[in-house]
């Protein structure tokens, strides 16, 4: 069954049409484009140290949501958000997609949530994969949900237990391994012909057995804070190829995102095209005056998705307008761009020459998943 979700995907490319972009400067979110392959049309840098925002009305903001293509034009005018921006700190999440989620060939939901929905079952802000803590840690080959000690550990999708217990870094028995008590699942499907797993560590206890068949949300174990963990939560990981530490990618664009949310990521570089590390990107709800934080990857043992060639990933945002911004070389560039749910945006900055965003196809009715 290798690869047949990605196949199956493919059927859903001809379900979109052009989205418009908005006279006034509201660029939609990118999606299908890589860091040099995106063109420069869609570029829209503001270089002050308070860049203006277009106002939005929440006319426009229920149009924009549910998929229509407005026909009015947007009068720009300069706003400035609240100061300071509240960080946000809501611990609640709608429910996800049902995964397989596919609207596009280049998105790959292909994974439930390993925590069940009413507990912290969203990435650590500030340890998401590629993070070292700035030096305090080693590079990140997954993300940590911060559930309490004892909660359950879920199947994220259907397949073969392939290891349990201590030892998953080396391969042999170990209880110093940094893992701790883990779990290792082959699913029954890969992605383009290249087999997936995905790995559960630091548990506390575990409820299957090598060689065991899973559903998708069949009780793998429970939360714990064995081997290298500060404290309890689950470390996750999708590894595609061989089900080692080195075949890792970022698990927020294979996780099936809250219903009516979406995914940001994005390639931050320098003006000569060098990638910027462990850099901050600020995210501003135009909406709701939110902020989120994300750092760019550090160099290490981590891999970019091969379509999307990111060096940040943010998932878990409501869909609506956004204002992004970058430091850099002494000035403050922004892009405004419009989050759609159920699927990954895409957003390029390159240095001096400020941001590209291209427009995301218009979305169908997101109440069901396409026919794949």
Known sequence: MANAYAQLAMKSVNIYTSA????????????????????????????????????????EITLMESGASPNMVVTPVSVELPSPIPIPTSDWRPPPYPAPWAIRPQDHFY?????????????NPRYRYGST??????????????????????????GEVVWTGYGLYRGIYDETDPYGLAVAIEHDYGYQGIQLHTVYAHMQSIRVWDGQRVQSGEILGTVGDTGH????????????????YWSTRNPELWIAPPIGWGVLAGRVEDTFGNLLKEYLVQIYSIKSGERWDVWTYAEGTIH?????????????????????????????????????????????????????????????????????
Do not use: K
């Open 229 to 244: 963990a500060s404290g309890p939560h689950l470390h996750f990981e999708i590894r595609l190829g061989d089900n080692r």
């Open 111 to 123: 994974f439930d949530r390993p925590i069940p929905s009413g507990e912290v079952n969203w990435p």
């Open 20 to 59: 418009r972009i908005f006279i006034s400067g509201l660029l939609l979110a990118a999606c299908g484009l890589t860091g040099d392959e995106a063109p420069q049309n869609g570029m829209l840098p503001i270089e002050s140290p308070t860049p203006e925002l277009t106002n939005v009305s929440s006319e």
């Open 133 to 158: 803590l700035f030096g305090e840690e080693n590079i990140h080959t997954g993300v940590d949900l911060g559930a309490d000690r004892g909660t359950l550990v879920l199947a994220a999708g259907p």
């Open 304 to 372: 970019s998705d091969d379509f999307y060639r990111e060096n940040f990933v943010i998932s878990d945002l409501p869909s609506g307008p956004y204002d992004i911004r970058v430091d850099f070389a002494g000035r403050s560039f922004s892009a405004q761009l419009y989050l759609y749910p159920g699927q990954t945006n895409f957003i390029v900055f390159r240095g001096r020459n400020g941001f590209n965003v291209e427009p995301t196809p218009t979305p169908v009715d997101l109440t069901n998943p396409p026919d794949l």
